[in-house]
């Protein structure tokens, strides 16, 4: 009788302790490869990106990390990735449904999934110590690299903003920041500090793109540079905070101003009309929006009440056209950035006027800015705008004195220079 009483127990176990097995091997062996994933691009992050390699022309860094950040910015997901995830959780469930008639074939198959778990845990473990193989770039390892780090990503505040000027030229650079892989940007200019203050740091902080560890976090929103509470409110939140401001001959400028406004307001008054006061006295409108703008001297002065000059970098407009690739130097040297967008990053376009992006390796077009961008300027009265030289030279003597740079916009008195574009 105690024969049959310890038979009955005994039996009455054993499914359970095999479906305990079978349980743990699939839990075991999910958790191991959603980890290896993870971990083939956490790999590819370390040698890369935190042990500092040196990038060079015959690496393919730049071009992954290219394709890495702009899938993420996109809000890529692996749909495959996906798909297998699902996959395997509904052949997990379903297994335990059914594990009840568990059979010795099953707990032997269970007993190979672990035994393959460990060989494939020895293999990371021979991969850690320094057993690398050779890095695939295929589309599909790109897009789960972007799934895990995207987990991974915290969004902060800005480290870094473009302040200004309107119709200088800050689409083009914050586009050209955006190839870098260590720069994160809002595509939308957020006008936080001057039409959605009141929303507060967290609504700001939400329009952030996710980063990683030594990624800076951007924005670009040129109207700061004019709005007088903006230099206090941005102190507020970072005193340290870079500031990037993108300068122009004042003269082309306000008229790439009055074209941008004119093409969506045909009715308006031409540009001679609106920068006078009265064109028989020569008495030029500075409160005409488009015109004090270019008054750099008198909106610097109150940003260097907040911020020291070593927290400022100036781009020249002109120089971002002529020479991107020498102007990208200086701003990658600025926010602390290997120089890794180049020369070989850009081309020029005829047709717009202005340098363009390089077509990405998955892209069949190059990255031009829209149709908003290189308009030609209306023509206009030679003396109108040597009577503007004129009204803004003591403005710009100023203004190279308290930058320390000599823009040399006093060499353009007419409007065919390499600016002469919306």
């Known amino acids: 009788m105690a024969f049959w009483s310890s038979t009955s127990v005994f039996t009455s176990k054993v499914p359970r302790k095999i479906l305990f097995m079978f349980t743990l091997s699939l839990s075991v062996t999910y ?4 980890l290896m994933s993870c971990y083939n691009s956490f790999q590819f992050q370390e040698n890369y990106v935190y042990q500092g390699r040196l990038v060079t022309e015959e690496t393919t860094f730049v071009t992954l990390r290219e394709k890495l950040y702009s ?14 995830t699902a996959t395997e959780q509904t052949i997990a469930v379903s297994s335990v449904r059914n594990s009840v008639g568990i059979d010795e074939r099953t707990a032997g198959w269970a007993r190979a999934q672990a035994a393959t778990t460990s060989s494939s845990m020895s293999r990371a473990a021979a991969a850690v110590a ?31 903003i473009i302040i200004g000027v309107k119709k200088g030229g800050t689409r083009a650079l914050l586009e050209a920041l955006r190839v870098h892989p260590d720069v994160r940007a809002v595509g939308n200019e957020p006008h936080f500090f001057d039409r959605n203050y009141e929303r507060g740091l967290d609504w700001y902080r939400e329009l952030m793109p996710s980063t990683l560890e030594g990624q800076i976090t951007m924005e670009k929103t040129p109207s700061y540079f004019v709005t007088n509470s903006a230099p206090k409110r941005i102190h507020s939140m970072a005193r340290d905070i870079k500031l ?31 920068a006078f006061k009265n064109r028989t006295l020569g008495l030029i409108d500075a409160s005409w929006s488009a015109l004090r703008i270019g008054i750099y001297a008198l909106h610097l002065e109150s940003w260097m009440q907040y911020f020291p000059l070593s927290q400022m970098h100036f781009v020249s407009g002109e120089r971002l056209i002529v020479d991107p690739s020498g102007e990208m130097a200086k701003v990658q040297d600025f926010l602390g950035l290997k120089r890794i967008v180049t020369d070989k990053h850009f081309y020029f376009n005829k047709t717009k006027g202005f340098p363009c992006l390089k077509k990405p390796e998955d892209s069949s077009t190059p990255r031009c800015l829209g149709k908003s961008k290189g308009r030609t300027h209306p023509k206009i009265d030679p003396d109108v705008i040597r009577r503007l030289h004129k009204f803004y030279k003591p403005f710009n003597m100023m203004f190279y004195q308290m930058t320390g740079q000599n823009f040399q916009w006093e060499l353009e008195e007419d409007g065919n220079s390499p600016g002469s574009r919306d």
């Open 31 to 34: 958790l191991f490869y959603s």
């Open 244 to 274: 990037i401001i993108v300068v122009r001959n004042p003269v082309t400028r306000a008229i790439s101003d009055y074209t941008q406004t004119l093409s969506k307001r045909p009715e308006i008054p031409t540009f001679e009309v609106l």
């Open 71 to 84: 899938t993420s910015s996109q809000g890529y997901l692996d749909e495959e990735f996906i798909e297998r």
């Open 130 to 160: 320094g057993e690398h193989p050779e890095f695939s770039t295929t589309d599909s390892e790109l897009r789960r690299v972007v799934n895990c780090t995207s987990d991974y990503g915290v969004k902060k505040l800005p480290q870094a």
